[in-house]
């Protein structure tokens, strides 16, 4: 298995700007202010760690079909993402006070150790299964044929937005906003839906 540091990099910047505006973000805020912060960052980033490989194992298994139907359901993939993220951007705050109402219910119950960690592995693993951006991370796999470069970008990218929730979380949200946030990366899955369609023309 190689390991490309551009695909990394390049996937890291993908998946950032899809992920930060999902509940991901809020709902590792809302956990950071029951358990203590680093408790929660290493329950979520187990979470996101095993969702990763289940999605870059499903991409690499994708990319051994033929070429042109696997670059068309990325593609579709892409388009879809980026829709749904703009589509929300409007309903953004919201989700955002929804979401944050429905995670503090999870977390109600104090906690503290090994299971602080472990409640935050479940909360986040059950509302982040089939998510944007494990699709997403499933489509740039395949799209790439290089799913630990794709693995290691995204995982990283979902690890440093968790960071950021339990340590900045309401501090971040004073000075974005998620609708924003959302329009930028819905533009960015639309580019990449427009990018994987020509370079499939161009054969």
Same mark, same amino acid.
């Not at 503290?112 to 986040?124: E, K, P």
């Not at 004073?174 to 023309?201: K, N, W």
């Given at each position: 298995?190689?390991?490309?540091?551009?695909?990394?990099?390049?996937?890291?910047?993908? !998946?950032?700007?899809?992920?930060?505006?999902?509940?991901?973000?809020?709902? =590792?805020?809302?956990?950071?202010?029951?358990?203590?912060? +680093?408790?929660?960052?290493? #329950?979520?980033?187990?979470?996101? *760690?095993?969702?990763?490989?289940?999605?870059? =194992?499903? &991409? #690499?298994?994708?990319?051994? $079909?033929?070429?042109?139907?696997v670059q068309?359901?990325?593609?579709?993939?892409?388009?879809? #993402?980026?829709?749904?993220? *703009?589509?929300?951007?409007?309903?953004?705050?919201?989700?955002?006070?929804?979401?944050?109402?429905?995670?503090?219910?999870?977390?109600?119950?104090?906690?503290?150790?090994?299971?602080?960690?472990?409640?935050?592995? $479940? @909360?986040?693993? *059950?509302?982040?299964?089939?998510? *944007?951006?494990?699709?997403?991370?499933?489509?740039?796999?395949?799209?790439?044929?290089?799913? @630990?470069?794709?693995?290691? #970008?995204?995982? @990283?990218?979902?690890?440093?937005?968790?960071? +950021? &929730?339990?340590?900045? &979380?309401r501090t971040?949200?004073?000075?974005?906003?998620?609708? =924003?946030?959302?329009?930028?990366?819905?533009? @960015?899955?639309?580019?990449?839906?427009? !990018?994987?369609?020509?370079?499939?023309?161009? &054969?």
């Open positions: 298995m190689t390991f490309s540091i551009a695909t990394a990099a390049i996937v890291f910047a993908l !998946i950032f700007p899809v992920e930060l505006p999902d509940k991901t973000f809020v709902a =590792t805020l809302v956990l950071a202010t029951r358990y203590r912060p +680093l408790l929660v960052w290493v #329950g979520v980033t187990a979470a996101f *760690l095993v969702q990763t490989v289940v999605a870059v =194992t499903l &991409g #690499g298994l994708l990319a051994r $079909l033929p070429h042109a139907p068309i359901v990325a593609a579709l993939m892409f388009a879809l #993402g980026g829709v749904i993220l *703009l589509r929300g951007a409007r309903n953004a705050d919201r989700e955002e006070q929804e979401a944050e109402e429905e995670f503090e219910a999870k977390a109600a119950a104090p906690a503290t150790g090994l299971r602080a960690v472990s409640t935050s592995f $479940l @909360v986040l693993f *059950l509302a982040e299964w089939g998510d *944007l951006s494990q699709l997403l991370t499933a489509s740039l796999a395949a799209r790439y044929h290089d799913p @630990v470069s794709v693995g290691v #970008g995204a995982f @990283v990218a979902l690890a440093t937005i968790s960071a +950021l &929730g339990a340590a900045l &979380g971040l949200l004073r000075y974005l906003r998620l609708a =924003t946030i959302r329009r930028i990366g819905g533009s @960015v899955c639309l580019l990449l839906a427009v !990018i994987t369609l020509v370079e499939l023309a161009r &054969g």
